[in-house]
Nanobody, 121 residues
Framework: QVHLVESGGELVQPGGSLRLSCAASGNIYSITYMGWFRQAPGKEREFVAAISSGGGTNYADSAKGRFTVSNDNAKRMVYLQMNSLKPEDTAIYYC???????????????WGQGTQVTVSS
């Protein structure tokens, strides 16, 4: 099995910063992408940011210039540094990996359970 555990979500004031972390573990053979989605109340889950194993990054327009995704391949960690937070950033943030497991050599997407980020004064 593959497990992802997020941490770092909390209540923060508008204009503040947060750093989310996600640790991947289990029977992972290789990871091609790691990243983040989010889901606000009453809305569909949406892409936020992703980073490839080679370091290439991709961001949603809403995240560009404010959020930075990074990773540590050796530790199988992915991070999301969020600055200049706005109330509309309030959501559950889910990390994911696109990876091959030891037993399933086809690439599959694995999800964490999510961490709540609330931006409010």
């Amino acid at each position: 099995q593959v497990h992802l555990v997020e941490s770092g979500g909390e209540l923060v004031q508008p204009g503040g910063s947060l750093r989310l972390s996600c640790a991947a573990s289990g029977n992972i053979y290789s990871i091609t992408y790691m990243g983040w989605f989010r889901q606000a109340p009453g809305k569909e889950r949406e892409f936020v940011a992703a980073i490839s194993s080679g370091g290439g990054t991709n961001y949603a327009d809403s995240a560009k210039g404010r959020f930075t995704v990074s990773n540590d391949n050796a530790k199988r960690m992915v991070y999301l540094q969020m600055n200049s937070l706005k109330p509309e950033d309030t959501a559950i943030y889910y990390c994911y990996i696109d990876a091959k497991s030891v037993y399933l050599r086809a690439i599959a997407r694995y999800w964490g359970q999510g961490t709540q980020v609330t931006v409010s004064s």
